[in-house]
């Protein structure tokens, strides 16, 4: 069946412009709502609707389900809207990935060809679907057919979750589920993990532990613009002897978030590159998940050090990871405040990364706010003749950092990380948000120190009412 002929019987729950209706037009709209709503005065804001209608389908990498039974005691997947769950039309699902779309349609075949008192099946309640970024955009330019002969071989993981528990660990029942799980699922629908979730419960068939290995690219070159920076899920092609291009490796773990739309990551942090194109010696990054934006600042070589911090303890360890297998993870060991300790072999690993240093570690960002502030007012009584007191922790608390990048949740910045902006060094703030209203709560009271020197705005889930997501650069005044 050809994706055309899916469309026009999918159902979109949750979503306003159905598949019939212009996801182009419903775009623009979206976001001409989004700058008015914002309200930055004379401030202008940039706008990136969708200039396709491509773009409005096939995006989600990350999609998630719940299961219904029809009459005949087949599952079907179905999404809630305004607490009504609402079977999907023909199964389809336009707004995943292309990658996904042919999972979704094996996996719903191979598991209504099984019992449903099998243990793979029982109480099953709900699925979770992800993908790569690359995935989407190579299998949309490639083709405009659902093949179900011809499975692409990239990433895909699944997520079943139950409402009653897995068996236990070393049990029969253990290996029936990873039996089946292998045969049914794994294999048949050429997947690359398949985990199975209860409460306090997680069995894994496949790729361990469930991550999904994913790449962009990053590329320099005189057809590209003076000091600009090209972002792509493609490999480039270069065009003249001095272009200048380079891979970024993520490895993204099946249980933490990601960023599930590849188009809009991939505008944002373009946009991210180019206007932080100054430089300088040291960014704060906080809340940097698994490393998306930090490593491809890392490889631009545009500051003396990244220092990057993460609450997650998964997200901590992942973006550890992504920094060691693209060569610019930071000595952790080095400490920043002791001028007498020996850095020449820091600086000679820094030097061979061809990179910028980045050191990443575990903290909650109001915490983090709490103790840079009480450090910078243990600093300014030392300069005023009273004794600093002295930490045998190593720290980065009370550097001067030039730049600071935050991507918040929702909600927006906590109070203790909005004083340290106004209280700290930071020339630069670059505010990546997926909230409206406490990016606007946030911004009336950072533009008591700081101008707005450019605003963007892109739309983060196309057909939906208001997703949007917001970029903004401060300066100090």
């Known amino acids: 069946m050809s994706r055309d002929e899916d469309d026009k019987v999918a159902v979109l729950p949750g979503y306003e412009a159905q598949v019939s209706m212009s996801g182009v037009e419903h775009s623009r709209r979206k976001l001409e709502a989004a700058v008015i709503a914002l309200?930055?005065?004379?401030?202008?804001?940039?706008?990136?609707?969708?200039?396709?209608?491509?773009?409005?389908?096939?995006?989600?990498?990350?999609?998630?389900?719940?299961?219904t039974t029809n009459d005949h005691q087949m599952l079907q997947y179905a999404m809630r809207q305004q607490r009504k769950v609402i079977p999907l039309g023909n199964s389809a699902f336009p707004i995943a990935t292309p990658r996904i779309q042919q999972a979704m349609k094996l996996v719903l075949v191979a598991l209504n060809q099984i019992d449903t008192d099998s243990v793979l099946r029982d109480h099953l309640s709900s699925i979770t679907f992800a993908s790569s970024w690359r995935t989407g955009a190579m299998m949309k330019r490639q083709t405009n057919i659902i093949n179900d002969a011809t499975v692409s071989d990239d990433d895909c993981l699944v997520t079943l979750n139950y409402g009653q528990a897995l068996p236990i660990i070393d049990s029969a029942g253990e290996d029936m589920w990873k039996d089946q799980a292998r045969d049914c699922l794994l294999q048949n629908c050429h997947l690359t993990t398949v985990t199975g979730r209860s409460k306090k419960r997680a069995l894994v068939v496949g790729r361990e532990p469930s991550r999904i290995e994913d790449a962009i690219y990053l590329q320099r070159g005189s057809s590209i613009g003076e000091g600009q920076v090209l972002v792509t899920l493609d490999k480039p092609v270069l065009q003249k002897k001095n272009d200048w291009s380079t891979v970024v490796q993520y490895v993204k773990p099946e249980t933490a978030f990601v960023h599930p739309n590849a188009n809009v990551m991939v505008q944002a942090l373009q946009w991210l590159l180019g206007r932080m194109q100054m430089g300088g010696t040291s960014?704060?990054?906080?809340?940097?998940?698994?490393?998306?934006?930090?490593?491809?600042?890392?490889?631009?070589?545009?500051?003396?050090?990244?220092?990057?911090?993460?609450y997650d303890q998964r997200l901590v360890k992942f973006c550890k990871t992504n920094c060691r297998i693209n060569n610019c993870l930071g000595d952790q060991e080095y400490d920043p405040n002791n001028d007498d300790q020996n850095t020449d072999n820091i600086q000679d690993k820094n030097k061979s990364m061809k990179s910028t240093p980045v050191y990443v570690y575990k903290g909650d960002a109001a915490e983090w706010a709490r103790k840079s502030i009480h450090a910078r007012s243990c600093k300014t009584q030392s300069t005023n003749g009273m004794k600093?007191?002295?930490?045998?922790?190593?720290?980065?608390?009370?550097?001067?950092?030039?730049?600071?990048?935050?991507?918040?949740?929702?909600?927006?910045?906590?109070?203790?990380?909005?004083?340290?902006?106004?209280?700290?060094?930071?020339?630069?703030?670059?505010?990546i948000s997926c909230g409206q209203d406490a990016l606007k709560r946030d911004l009336k009271l950072l533009t008591t120190k700081f101008s707005i020197l450019d605003c963007c705005v892109l739309d983060?889930?196309?057909?939906?009412?208001?997703?949007?997501?917001?970029?903004?650069?401060?300066?100090r005044i």
Not at 46 to 53: A, S, V
Not at 55 to 63: A, K
Not at 293 to 307: D, F, N, R, S
Not at 393 to 422: H, S, T
């Open 39 to 67: 309200d930055l005065g004379e401030t202008g804001i940039g706008m990136r609707p969708c200039m396709l209608e491509e773009e409005t389908l096939g995006y989600r990498c990350v999609c998630s389900f719940q299961f």
């Open 283 to 310: 960014l704060l990054e906080m809340y940097c998940g698994c490393g998306a934006h930090t490593i491809p600042i890392a490889k631009t070589g545009l500051w003396g050090a990244i220092v990057a911090v993460e």
């Open 388 to 431: 600093q007191q002295q930490s045998h922790e190593r720290n980065w608390y009370d550097l001067d950092f030039d730049a600071l990048l935050v991507d918040p949740p929702r909600m927006g910045l906590d109070k203790m990380v909005c004083q340290m902006i106004l209280e700290g060094s930071f020339d630069h703030v670059f505010y």
């Open 460 to 475: 983060l889930f196309p057909r939906t009412v208001d997703a949007v997501e917001s970029l903004v650069h401060l300066k």
